[in-house]
Nanobody, 124 residues
Framework: QVQLEESGGGLVQPGGSLRLSCAAS????????MGWYRQAPGKQREVVAL???????NYADSVKGRFTVSRDNARNTVYLQMNSLKPEDTAVYFC??????????????????WGRGTQVTVSS
């Protein structure tokens, strides 16, 4: 089984910065694409930023130029550096990863995993 644990959320004033981290743990053969989604109250979950194992990135238009996604493959960890935060960035941020667990006796297969989410609130 694979677990994702997020950290780094909190309350920040508009214009401020936060850094989210998400570490994948468990019996893992490989982690593929990792990324961040967010869900604001009354809205659907939306993609924020994705990063492949090779380092290719994609961002939502609303965060381009303000957020930076990165990863440490050796630690199976993904980061989201959020700068110039706006009130509309307020949401629960969820980590997502494609991972191939090592299950004795079973063929290798990739699954999608989610973290529990971390609250980011941007308010003065």
């Amino acid at each position: 089984q694979v677990q994702l644990e997020e950290s780094g959320g909190g309350l920040v004033q508009p214009g401020g910065s936060l850094r989210l981290s998400c570490a994948a743990s468990g019996e893992i053969f490989s982690v593929t694409t990792m990324g961040w989604y967010r869900q604001a109250p009354g809205k659907q979950r939306e993609v924020v930023a994705l990063i492949t194992r090779g380092g290719s990135t994609n961002y939502a238009d609303s965060v381009k130029g303000r957020f930076t996604v990165s990863r440490d493959n050796a630690r199976n960890t993904v980061y989201l550096q959020m700068n110039s935060l706006k009130p509309e960035d307020t949401a629960v941020y969820f980590c997502n990863a494609g991972a191939i667990p090592m299950v004795p006796g079973s063929p290798l297969h990739e699954y999608a995993y989610w973290g529990r989410g971390t609250q980011v609130t941007v308010s003065s």
